[in-house]
């Protein structure tokens, strides 16, 4: 089987390393550019912006590919993943989901909100997909301690449709019954979980 599989691979011009092996040093050396938004280490320190250390390698890759293809618009990270190649994506998701996870800040945590929050991912069975402690699984993102203004942005674009969700479009359905003030609520609670 193994020499079937070899000159096959021969026969397509494909290497004897399977291309799915990710580079993290070599995804260290491309994040260069990244660091400026997302932080020296992943984590960002602008509220608006995501942070991206301990983020499922998976979900990354499909960002970033997203936002290559132009699915996911984005005026920032459009220009940003135009010329990223596939083995660049591979090895950006694989870099950056190694990194230790970062805690946003949260200055101003509201006990009232942060508790309407947390009924409200029940009442909607966010961990349903995004895991009990919300860190996330496969190509559901950890949502737990993202940054709260980018977390508020993001559940509006699924909302109106800026963001279309993949697959079965969960998300787009998880946020369609929300209002503003629940997203608030929700974006609260999660940015301050502990
Ligand atoms: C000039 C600032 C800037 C730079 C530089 C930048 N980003 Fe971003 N990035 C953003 C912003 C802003 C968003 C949020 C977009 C939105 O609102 O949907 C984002 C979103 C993302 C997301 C989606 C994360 C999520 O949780 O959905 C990924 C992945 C990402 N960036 C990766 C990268 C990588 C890899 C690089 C370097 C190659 C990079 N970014 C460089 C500003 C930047
Ligand atoms: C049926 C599964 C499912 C449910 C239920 C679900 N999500 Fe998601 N969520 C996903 C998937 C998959 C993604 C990433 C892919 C995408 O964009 O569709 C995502 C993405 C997100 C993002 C974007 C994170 C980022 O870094 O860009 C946020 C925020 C989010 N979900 C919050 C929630 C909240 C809050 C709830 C409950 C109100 C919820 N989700 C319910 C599956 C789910």
């Given at each position: 089987?193994?020499?079937?599989?070899?000159?096959?691979?021969?026969?397509?011009?494909?290497?004897?390393?399977?291309?799915?092996?990710?580079?993290?040093?070599?995804?260290?050396a491309?994040?260069?550019?990244?660091?400026?938004?997302?932080g020296?280490q992943?984590?960002?320190?602008?509220?608006a912006?995501?942070?991206l250390?301990?983020?499922?390698?998976?979900?990354?890759?499909?960002?970033?590919?997203?936002?290559?293809?132009?699915?996911?618009?984005?005026?920032i990270m459009?220009?940003?993943?135009?010329?990223?190649?596939?083995?660049?994506?591979?090895?950006?998701?694989?870099?950056?989901?190694?990194?230790?996870?970062?805690?946003?800040?949260?200055?101003?945590?509201?006990?009232?909100?942060?508790q309407?929050?947390?009924?409200?991912?029940?009442?909607?069975?966010?961990?349903?997909?995004h895991?009990?402690?919300?860190?996330?699984?496969?190509?559901?993102?950890?949502?737990?301690?993202?940054?709260?203004?980018?977390?508020?942005?993001?559940?509006?674009?699924y909302?109106?449709?800026?963001?279309?969700?993949?697959?079965?479009?969960?998300?787009?359905?998880?946020?369609?019954?929300?209002?503003?003030?629940?997203?608030?609520a929700?974006a609260?609670?999660l940015?301050?979980y502990e």
């Amino acid at each position: 089987m193994r020499i079937v599989w070899a000159l096959l691979a021969a026969g397509l011009g494909m290497a004897a390393v399977p291309a799915s092996a990710a580079d993290i040093a070599a995804g260290q050396a491309r994040a260069e550019v990244c660091q400026a938004c997302h932080g020296a280490q992943g984590v960002s320190e602008n509220p608006a912006i995501p942070s991206l250390a301990g983020q499922r390698d998976k979900f990354l890759q499909w960002q970033l590919v997203f936002f290559r293809s132009g699915r996911r618009a984005n005026e920032i990270m459009g220009p940003m993943a135009a010329d990223l190649s596939d083995e660049d994506v591979r090895n950006l998701g694989a870099y950056f989901a190694s990194l230790p996870a970062g805690k946003p800040p949260v200055p101003d945590v509201d006990p009232a909100l942060r508790q309407a929050g947390q009924s409200l991912a029940e009442k909607h069975r966010c961990a349903a997909c995004h895991t009990d402690n919300f860190g996330g699984n496969q190509a559901a993102p950890a949502i737990a301690r993202q940054n709260r203004d980018y977390l508020v942005k993001a559940l509006a674009d699924y909302r109106s449709g800026a963001r279309p969700s993949v697959g079965v479009a969960a998300m787009t359905e998880a946020a369609s019954g929300l209002s503003d003030s629940d997203i608030a609520a929700l974006a609260h609670f999660l940015a301050a979980y502990e």
